[in-house]
């Protein structure tokens, strides 16, 4: 299966540091080289980079290093493929229109015989049970509130169709309209927030260390989320299987407690990244 990484803080923020490592998996330090893709929110906009080819060697993944493109939330995600071929159209993340605002999608995980999207609005371009999961989800939403409703009803809407679609199978997954994020974990999903006093970290992957008293300032909040953690000096927090956390301006504003599990759990997704 698949990889994902997100961020969502207080203040614009590169994520160089975090994906830099997060593409390693991509190919070198573990097999998801089935495709990449990365989402940065600015304001109401999105820039979207996807590659069907391995994060780790591909020219678009050099231009998200060089451009240090600074956002409140970004997502991630190198794709090991279950479902759907290895083109663009099956490239996460994936992203709709809904209530006038750019929703952005990333999935890990298996879904088997999903429920028929062929009679809604909200149609998957390619072939991956992910996009069609997205397009089920949004197309619940739609019919359950005529008019966007308030951050606490959407989380609660989410639990409840995406408790539904789990059903089918495995489902870990990244949602954000650029203002938040939600989370649910399946299996595997880790984040950490780090605010003052920051320090030194050093990733798994590669070795590379980084001083974020250099790039940060009093104040900054800036909450990190992926499958298995990217640094090996730092203390993340392993989401319950089956929680839910709902992310704002790099704090946990509400959490939704599943079944604890300390250990990762061998979904596939952990490669030589699992054993830090």
């Not at 989370?183 to 980084?210: E, M, W």
């Amino acid at each position: 299966m698949c990889q994902l990484l997100g961020m969502n803080c207080n203040t614009p923020t590169d994520i160089v540091f975090s994906f830099e490592g997060f593409r390693h998996r991509a190919g070198l330090t573990d097999s998801h080289s089935d495709g990449f893709g990365i989402a940065f929110f600015e304001g109401k906009g999105v820039r979207v980079f996807r590659d069907n080819k391995p994060g780790h060697s591909s020219p678009i993944a050099d231009c998200v290093k060089q451009y240090n493109i600074k956002s409140l939330n970004v997502i991630a995600h190198i794709r090991k493929a279950t479902q759907g071929d290895v083109n663009i159209e099956n490239t996460h993340p994936f992203m709709r229109e809904i209530w006038g605002e750019n929703w952005v999608f990333a999935h890990n995980g298996n879904l088997v015989n999903l429920p028929v999207t062929e009679t809604i609005f909200y149609q998957p371009i390619g072939t991956t049970d992910s996009e069609t999961a997205f397009c089920y989800m949004l197309e619940q939403l739609k019919t359950r509130f005529t008019h966007k409703p308030g951050e606490e009803e959407i989380f609660e809407a989410i639990q409840q169709i995406s408790n539904d679609l789990a059903r089918y199978g495995t489902l870990n997954f990244m949602l954000s309209n650029g203002e938040w994020m939600i989370v649910r974990c399946s299996t595997n999903l880790h984040y950490i927030t780090r605010q003052a006093p920051f320090g030194k970290a050093q990733r798994v992957d590669d070795g590379g260390v980084i001083d974020f008293n250099d790039y940060t300032k009093e104040g900054d909040k800036v909450t990190i989320i992926t499958t298995v953690p990217l640094t090996k000096d730092e203390v993340w927090t392993k989401m319950d299987n089956g929680g839910f956390v709902f992310f704002k301006n790099g704090d946990k504003v509400w959490e939704v407690l599943g079944t604890p599990n300390a250990a990762p759990i061998d979904d596939g997704t952990l490669g030589k990244a699992g054993i830090a």
